[in-house]
Structure formats: structure tokens, C-alpha cells
């Protein structure tokens, strides 16, 4: 496998991951906002002014955008790699991301992030979905040697072995998909391609999102400088609130806060 075709990849797609990050953050409304979060957790926490509790709570919903946006990516670019060490290719079955041939075995692979990725119920869905995989693909080759793995692009696991499949993170992943054992390090320099140019980008976006949201909270959620805690629980919680639009504060509010 060429290193060189890998940064030639990352340089031609990691701008995607980029525009969806920054997309993410530029369609976000307030109300999704504090919809999504637990206000019981941030006033266990302290947080007595709006600026702060808006910092957390959209730090904390970009992040798990992130973690399910840059998996993606990484998704993709082990497909990519496998393709050109082994002809492998994007699965037509549910719940497998990538199927391939090596030394008269067929692998079908589940990728994700890391190795703690799911709860007990997600991982029987998984396993069920080898299951499937394999039966289909017996119907046209019973004898087909067909071997499960759940693939981690980063992290450990000490117990690879898990009955049904093999899981193998960080290291054992990429060398298992390319045969290079290097190549978990190999990838790292490739995807800071224009990574200050572009974060310069999504923190300007960011700033602006939170001068935005700050205001907007203050004038629905404060009084007398305060945060009122049972407002905010309400549009969190009460049936009553979910039609509740949180509409511009009216030009005289405006005014007084300099805007």
C-alpha cells in the first residue's frame, strides 16, 4: 500500500468532514439546543450565567456530531485502503460496512469509532447482523469460509476473541485491513490537511453562535439577570412548551442591550 495514495485520499475528501461540521453548526436552532440536553445536570453544575450554559451545551452537541461525523469519514477511508491492499468493497448487507477476501477467507466487517462504542442491545444487533450476512452469503456458496470482525479505527481490546466475531481497535484494525502495522501512525500527518485554515473558519461560525443563542436565552430564560431554572425546565419537559417558539427579542429589548 502506498502512504502516498492515502494523503492524496484524505486531501481530496477530508473537506467534507469540514463542511458537515461547520453545516451542523450554522443550521442549529436554540430550541434544539435545549431540547436535547439535561437542564437538571447543568444546574447541578453551578452555571449562573447564559453565556456559560450555552458554551456547554453546545460544546456538548457539536461533540457527539463530530464523533458520528469524522467516524464516517474514517469508515470511508478504511474502505479505501482495504480496496487497494485487497479489492475489498463497501457491503450490500445490513449492518456491515465492508466485505473482503484474504487467504481463502471471506471477512465481513462492522466498523466503528472506538471500542466502547455500544450498550448490550446494540451489540446483539450487531452480532444478529453477521448472522445474517453469513446465511445469505452461503446460499450461493455453502462451503464459503466467512469470518465476522468488528473493526475500532482507535483504542484497545485486549479480548479479541468474542465468540461470534473478532474485534480488533486501533492498531490490529489498520494493519488487519492493510497489512501494514505502521499504518495506524502513517495516517495521522494526512488529516491536519488545511486543519487551521478550516477550524479558523468553524470557530468564527462558532462565536457568533453563542454571542447569537446568549442573547436569544437571556431574553427567554433570565430575570432581573437571573437564569430561571423553571422556565428552562418547561421548555425542556412540559407537553405544554413543545409549541413554544422562541422568537426574536422585539427591537425595544433590542436597543436596550446596545444591539
Request: glycine share 6%.
Amino acid at each position: 500500500m502506498n502512504i502516498n495514495d492515502v494523503r492524496k485520499y484524505v486531501e481530496n475528501n477530508i473537506g467534507t468532514f469540514h463542511s458537515k461540521r461547520l453545516k451542523k453548526i450554522v443550521n442549529l436552532q436554540l430550541s434544539q439546543v435545549l431540547t436535547r440536553k439535561n437542564p437538571y445536570l447543568f444546574k447541578a453544575k453551578n452555571i449562573l450565567t447564559a453565556q456559560d450554559l450555552i458554551k456547554t451545551l453546545l460544546d456538548a452537541t457539536i461533540s457527539s456530531g463530530e464523533e458520528t461525523i469524522f467516524g464516517d469519514f474514517l469508515e470511508e477511508l478504511a474502505i479505501f485502503i482495504n480496496n487497494k491492499v485487497y479489492g475489498g468493497k463497501k457491503s450490500s448487507a445490513e449492518g456491515i460496512d465492508l466485505e473482503f477476501d484474504k487467504e481463502n477467507v471471506r471477512y465481513i466487517v462492522s466498523i466503528k469509532s472506538g471500542p466502547n462504542w455500544g450498550n448490550n442491545s446494540q451489540i446483539n444487533k450487531m452480532t444478529d447482523n453477521f448472522k445474517k450476512a453469513k446465511r445469505v452469503l452461503r446460499t450461493s456458496n455453502s462451503k464459503l469460509n466467512i469470518v465476522a470482525v468488528n473493526g475500532c479505527c482507535y483504542g484497545r481490546n485486549n479480548s479479541v476473541d468474542q465468540g461470534d466475531y473478532y474485534k480488533y481497535c486501533g492498531q490490529q484494525f489498520w494493519e488487519f485491513i492493510s497489512d501494514n502495522k505502521n499504518l495506524y501512525i502513517d495516517i495521522i500527518e494526512p488529516l491536519g490537511y488545511k486543519a487551521k485554515e478550516k477550524n479558523e473558519e468553524f470557530n468564527k461560525e462558532y462565536s457568533e453562535l453563542i454571542n447569537k443563542f446568549a442573547f436569544l436565552f437571556m431574553y427567554h430564560f433570565c430575570d432581573d439577570g437571573k437564569i430561571n431554572w423553571e422556565s428552562l425546565v418547561k421548555y425542556n419537559s412540559s407537553a405544554e412548551e413543545a409549541k413554544k417558539i422562541l422568537t426574536n427579542p422585539p427591537q425595544k429589548a433590542q436597543e436596550k442591550t446596545g444591539k
